[in-house]
């Protein structure tokens, strides 16, 4: 969602005297909150949305709005339903390329590109391309930023901690994108004494238990403190705004530290691709590690249903990404930017 903000900003820029509306899942909207240009926010329930009574009452509301434009970077059933049923004269969407729509969705039907060319990663650039497949943009902007109000930039629970303040993302939204908790408490530790700062720990509500894990395998816990947390995206933002930096298995929180201006370092899981999701990364500021990378033999001559098999079931390939692996980019990584946070 914070990616597809990128949709907004530029087409402000179009249209300045526009009014964007954005339909998005509740538990995403807070980092599109205080965002200048998008002008209201349409909540909904991703479980309720697939109920069809629930999708029939959205789409009537879109089509009620009577839009002129619907841009549909998700492109799943409910968007697309949403898209088709709108009227809008101009609807722009997904879809893979060579695939013909069942359905006309959209008046502009745009393919994903087959890789990144831009410093932005793919992701990124699939939704610029999206914008220049129906208007003209001479020189778009790919940022992606967050907007704070001035009470949430004086979030205070961190200023009594011992500096510097890194953020740890323990555990992936998934069980399938978090690396093995032993190797993770191993970097833990490497961190811990290296930098003789605070560590805090990143998770969501649902995963306490599993954190609380990784926590008891740590040899460090003294620099760990697990009683400042936040729950919620909009908490999660105050307070990543006053740590200062990242390191976490990839994951929204990435993105959200980058919007920041944060300095991230990112764990791949084995079967994401990364050149979709490694938005300005420059070695420097924000760096990554991935196993493709590090190990390319173990991903040779894989079809396309064995990367999917290896997405359901990662644990052997991720068990090949060792922390010793992970600490030949880590180590030079904090070098640097401790030399630049004293």
């Known amino acids: 969602m914070l990616i597809a903000s990128v949709l907004a900003n530029n087409l402000k820029i179009i249209f300045p005297q526009s009014h964007i509306s954005y339909f998005v899942y509740d538990y995403t909207a807070g980092v599109l909150e205080q965002n200048p240009n998008i002008d209201r926010l349409i909540l909904a329930n991703d479980k309720d949305l697939k109920k069809p009574l629930v999708l029939l009452k959205a789409i009537l509301q879109v089509r009620q709005e009577r839009y002129d434009i619907v841009l549909d970077p998700y492109s799943k059933f409910q968007s697309k339903m949403m898209c088709l049923f709108s009227k809008a004269p101009i609807r722009a969407g997904f879809k893979r390329a060579h695939k013909k729509l069942k359905l006309p969705f959209y008046t502009h039907p ?65 069980p399938n994108k978090s690396l093995p908790y032993e190797y993770t408490a191993q970097l833990i530790d490497y961190i811990a004494e290296t930098t003789h700062g605070t560590l805090l720990f990143n998770y969501a509500p649902h995963q306490k238990h599993e954190a609380e894990k990784i926590y008891n395998l740590c040899s460090r816990k003294e620099q760990i403190d697990l009683d400042i947390y936040e729950d919620s995206i909009r908490g999660f933002i105050k307070l990543m705004n006053q740590c200062d930096l990242l390191i ?6 990435v993105h959200i530290a980058k919007a920041l201006g944060k300095p991230t370092f990112t764990i791949y899981s084995p079967y994401i691709n990364k050149g979709d999701w490694n938005s300005f990364e420059n070695g420097i500021t924000h760096e990554s590690v991935h196993l493709m990378e590090e190990r390319p033999n173990l991903f040779e001559n894989f079809t396309r249903e064995e990367r999917q098999n290896i997405e359901k079931n990662p644990e052997q390939l991720y068990l090949e990404l060792t922390p010793e692996i992970i600490l030949n980019r880590l180590k030079p990584y904090l070098e640097y930017q401790l030399k630049n946070l004293t």
Request: proline share 6%.
């Open 110 to 174: 745009v393919d994903f590109l087959e890789k990144a060319t831009l410093f932005c990663g793919k992701a990124i650039e699939d939704r610029i391309n999206m914008l220049n497949s129906v208007f003209t943009i001479p020189n778009p902007d790919p940022r992606y930023n967050i907007f704070l109000t001035e009470e949430e930039q004086a979030y205070s629970k961190t200023s009594d901690l011992k500096k510097p303040v890194i953020m740890l993302g323990v555990l992936g939204s998934t």
């Open 248 to 253: 976490s298995n990839e994951g929204g929180s």
